[in-house]
């Protein structure tokens, strides 16, 4: 098993930055495929980002690509969401999500929330124009 704690929310203006963290505790951290989805109020969680188990694979969803980067350490069992050009239709709620995936593949699968078994439990971004 794996428990998650993000950190590096908070309230930026638009074109600002910020670094999400995602620690992880627990054993075998490089044999779960990470993933950081968001949550906006009164919508539904969607795909942010996504990390194969060595780091060497990432996805992102289209209106964050080229602003975000999914990054990790398996030394220090943490991943990463560098966010750049954060503007305010990215305020919602992140969350990281752990899973071996051993059963799926490919972007049809990463993106999917049900796939993962293991959340942490959410920091806030808040991003004003």
């Known amino acids: 098993q794996v428990q998650l704690v993000e950190s590096g929310g908070g309230l930026v203006q638009a074109g600002d930055s910020l670094r999400l963290s995602c620690a992880a505790s627990?054993?075998?951290?490089?044999?779960?495929?990470m993933a950081w989805f968001r949550q906006a109020p009164g919508k539904e969680r969607e795909f942010v980002a996504f990390?194969?188990?060595?780091?060497?694979?990432?996805y992102y969803t289209d209106s964050v690509k080229g602003r975000f980067t999914i990054s990790r350490d398996n030394a220090k069992k943490t991943v990463y969401l560098q966010m750049n050009g954060l503007k305010p239709d990215d305020t919602a709620v992140y969350y990281c999500?752990?899973?071996?995936?051993?059963?799926?593949?490919?972007?049809?699968?990463?993106?999917?929330?049900?796939?993962?078994?293991?959340w942490g439990q959410g920091t806030q971004v808040t991003v004003s124009s």
């Open positions: 999500a752990a899973d071996p995936l051993d059963y799926c593949s490919g972007y049809g699968c990463y993106e999917r929330s049900r796939n993962y078994g293991y």
């Open positions: 627990g054993r075998s951290f490089s044999m779960y495929a």
């Open positions: 990390s194969g188990r060595s780091g060497g694979n990432s």
